[in-house]
């Protein structure tokens, strides 16, 4: 390579976000241009930076994973997008590639397989962990039911998503209307569609199935 692939790091864990930069520093034919510890950060580096790839966790803060690759691919296209994650399950592995991400790599891959990943992507090839690979084409293959079906967390609206995670995170809905620059009202009103469309009538449930959805960390 002529000139250095600029990268940018999206993850909201500092010592993982180190350890990320360091190992690809090492790499002479890498160069990070910049860092993120949460979605909205994610954009606003793409926007300014024009990165070459973007190498994104997918639980993170304030917006999440998901929802920043959309954007992401929609202010910069030609970026190339390395998820790392921990989820394995195929809900979120075919969601990922739906919204725009080239790759799909499991945080516990070595440091070989992240090099490789990166390498992958960047030539236009996607790129996938080897360990869940069989299991995405077993789910096409046969087509399963769950994945077809619409369920109440595919009818949430974006910005329903995004109140939902700011509520797990536990901001008010003051603290949310000022964050989303939308009235108190609004995110009154989105609350309560939440809590209707998904059954769930507690901060408490609501934050669990946050959770569990991955639009925030458990720890």
Known sequence: MSEKVRIVIAEDHTILREGL????SSNA????????????EAIRQVKKLKPDLILSDLSMPRMNGMEAI???KRESPATKILVLTVHRA???????????ADGYL??????????????????GTRYIS???????IEGYIEGKKSLKSRTSWETLTQREREILKLIAEGYRNKEIAEDLCISVKTVEKH??????????HSIQALTTFAIEKGLVSRE
């Open 29 to 40: 034919n890498f160069e990070v241009v910049g860092e993120a510890g949460d979605g909205r």
């Open 21 to 24: 930069r360091s190992l690809l």
């Open 90 to 100: 195929e809900e979120y592995i075919l969601a990922t590639f739906r919204a725009g």
């Open 106 to 123: 499991l945080k516990d891959s070595t440091h070989s397989e992240l090099l490789m990943a990166v390498k992958k992507v960047l030539s």
């Open 70 to 72: 959309k954007e992401i």
């Open 191 to 200: 609350r309560a569609n939440l809590m209707e469309k998904l059954d769930l």
């Open 130 to 136: 080897p360990e869940i690979s069989e299991k995405v």
